[in-house]
């Protein structure tokens, strides 16, 4: 008995000693390891690092995700390129107001990242237990297109996270927009407003109606899929929804009883005065359901001036 206790002794003893031994190990090296992983990173990140400067204004350069699709075109068989930059002034207001609130409606007051939007994407995603929408802003879409690729792993979102944050430093909205607007998907092989214009209506970007401006916002979600040649259930839903978020309702635009004279303005007039004049902060955002929808409701901050645009 005695030899075993001092067996059982000797052993624990051994063992504490070995778990001391491999927790100091860890300790000393997972963060050494990190850093090196971190300073790594930074390295290649410092060898992707945009030009700001260039980007602030001129031609809106090509993305990575149009560099990529002629790369692979031959091989898959796709069609040819359709890619026509054209300037934020030849792109009707409607068509703005239609992209943002399908998009990111509440892209005049984040810089960057709209945390409620996100928050709700997740809990809906959660209550379908799949990942059914998202919660980008345009601002971060804007970097993925433009600098990155549309993969789902985390290191690609890091960075898109830090680019995100610089680029709504060095850039104002009206540019973040005008990038986007010429960048996004709109079709198999058809990259920004001009050219998916072009291609469903015959028409420039200009000439569109506030319909097809319409339609063309409830492509972004699922070019390839839902847009205005194939008509499906799920682009005709999305259209309908859209519509509806432009229309403001008549208790949404009447003054609230006991505010005597104060206005209430709708959606619609809002985006638009941010648009021509950078207005901003009087209405919120909650995402409601699949393909990316989100739905307008108002809140009591006034207008605030921002330099924005």
């Known amino acids: 008995m005695f030899w075993r206790r001092s067996y059982r002794r000797m052993f624990n003893k051994d063992f504490n000693s070995g778990i001391d031994t491999r927790l100091g190990w860890l300790f000393f090296w997972v963060p050494r390891l990190l850093l090196l992983l971190l300073f790594v990173d930074l390295l290649y990140v410092a060898t992707i690092w945009p030009d700001w400067g260039g980007i602030k204004s001129g031609p809106v350069p090509k993305s990575k995700l149009i560099e990529q699709y002629e790369r692979q075109r031959k091989q898959k068989g796709d069609p040819h390129l359709r890619w026509r930059p054209v300037p934020f002034a030849s792109i009707p207001e409607h068509l703005v107001r ?8 509440r892209f005049y007051q984040h810089n960057g990242f709209d945390l409620i939007a996100f928050k ?8 379908q237990r799949r990942a059914v ?25 890091w960075h898109e996270l830090l680019m995100t944050w610089f680029m709504e430093k060095k850039l104002n909205k009206r540019r973040i927009l005008e990038i986007y607007l010429n ?45 205005p040649k194939t008509q499906t259930k ?8 859209i519509k509806s978020w432009m229309t403001p309702r008549k208790e949404e635009t009447a003054a609230p009883s006991g505010m005597g004279s104060v206005n209430c303005v709708g959606f619609y007039t809002f985006i638009k005065s941010s648009i021509s004049s950078a207005s901003m902060g009087i209405f919120s955002v909650r995402s409601t359901g699949p393909f990316g929808v ?16």
């Open 294 to 309: 989100k739905r307008m409701s108002f809140s009591s901050r006034m207008p605030m001036a921002s330099s924005f645009m």
């Open 183 to 227: 960048i996004a998907e709109f079709g198999r092989g058809i990259y920004g407003v001009e050219a998916a214009s072009q291609h469903y209506w015959g028409v420039s970007a200009f000439q569109i109606s506030e319909g097809q401006a319409v339609e063309l916002a409830a492509t972004l979600p699922s070019p390839k899929k839902h847009n």
């Open 98 to 105: 239609a992209v943002i609130v399908a998009e990111d409606s």
């Open 234 to 241: 799920t682009f005709s839903s999305r259209v309908t929804k």
């Open 133 to 157: 929408v998202g919660g980008s802003t345009i601002s971060q879409q804007t970097v993925k297109n433009l600098f990155l690729n549309p993969s789902r792993n985390p290191i690609r979102k």
């Open 120 to 127: 709700e994407a997740m809990d809906y995603n959660l209550s």
